[in-house]
């Protein structure tokens, strides 16, 4: 009998905690956001081709485009993108400014103890940039006692200090602005992903141009806050379709350009990186 009562006892204790699992998981902030029908995505707006003010002054880029097909797909109509700082994301995701962000954003093992990722849609290398006609810097050994301009709170920021100690890190709250002062000599090089490097050279047509081969790969994935399992799992399925029907590389062949597929890419920086999927 008491063999039989303790059994009906830890049967109903796994019973209440299986209830209170799911009780957690059905946090309620995908319906929220439904019944309000309005996401708010948090971009920096300054850092072209994923997130830029297109030439009618609205939001525009990869991820813009990413962000509004992955709101689409959630029954969500209205997708407001709320500008900030990228060295900001995090604290304003956690304070409630916006309720994902969608802007090159790399998850590392550091973001990811305060917030969670969701799966990665975008991936990008990053290179050397220098002043045309700059022939001393050809390779990452040359930076040596190089002034080298990074933006802040980037994870190409935090790659530069960490693998080219001997170079001086110039931060930036703005990628043109690095541009900007390279072209003119105010600093050395800068290090920024292949596409946003050849955007701003454009831009800025100061003359810069790209140096050298990849120096690493970083995948770019959703961020949402922590405790909000309905919402992430949402995003990881629209991605996830995305992904198979062909979006995905259809909005990167409009925006960055048809010799490049992003799946592929993807999937080669998931196999040469694994632990840096969410």
């Known amino acids: ?12 204790a796994v019973g209440m905690n299986t209830a209170m699992t799911l009780a957690h998981a059905d946090d309620g902030k995908l319906a929220a956001l439904r019944a309000a029908g309005t996401i708010r995505i948090g971009v ?7 997130t830029f003010l297109g030439t009618d002054n609205k939001p525009a880029g990869y991820d813009v485009e ?8 959630l029954g969500i109509a209205n997708v407001v993108f709320v500008g900030d700082s990228f060295k900001n994301f995090i604290e304003g995701l956690r304070g409630d400014k916006y309720d994902a962000v969608f802007n090159d954003l790399t998850p590392t093992p550091e973001r990811a103890t305060l917030v969670d990722f969701a ?4 991936v990008e290398d990053f290179r050397i940039f220098v002043k045309a006609g700059n022939t001393t810097i050809k390779d990452l050994t040359d930076l ?14 935090t790659w530069a200090r960490t693998n080219i100690p001997q170079a001086r890190i110039a931060g930036y709250e703005n990628g043109s602005f690095i541009f900007q002062d390279l072209g003119v000599g105010r600093i050395d090089a800068t290090i920024i992903s292949h596409f946003g490097g050849l955007r701003y050279a454009k831009a800025t047509n100061l003359g810069v141009t790209e140096v050298g081969g ?5 995948l770019s994935a959703p961020a949402i806050r922590k405790g909000e399992p309905t919402l992430k799992a949402a ?10 029907d062909g979006t995905i590389d259809r909005i990167g062949e409009t925006i960055i350009g048809h010799e490049y597929k992003m799946s592929e890419a993807i999937a080669k920086a998931k196999a040469e990186q694994p632990d840096s999927k969410p």
């Open 214 to 218: 990849p120096l690493t790969y970083q």
């Open 1 to 12: 009998m008491k063999l039989r009562r303790a059994l009906s006892l830890a049967i109903a």
């Open 235 to 244: 995003i990881d399925q629209a991605i996830g379709e995305m992904l198979a």
């Open 66 to 73: 990413i962000a509004r097909e992955v709101g689409r797909r």
């Open 119 to 122: 799966e990665a849609y975008g």
């Open 44 to 50: 920096t707006l300054t850092s072209a081709p994923w």
């Open 144 to 157: 040596k006692g190089k002034t080298v301009g990074v933006t802040t709170g980037t994870t190409n920021d």
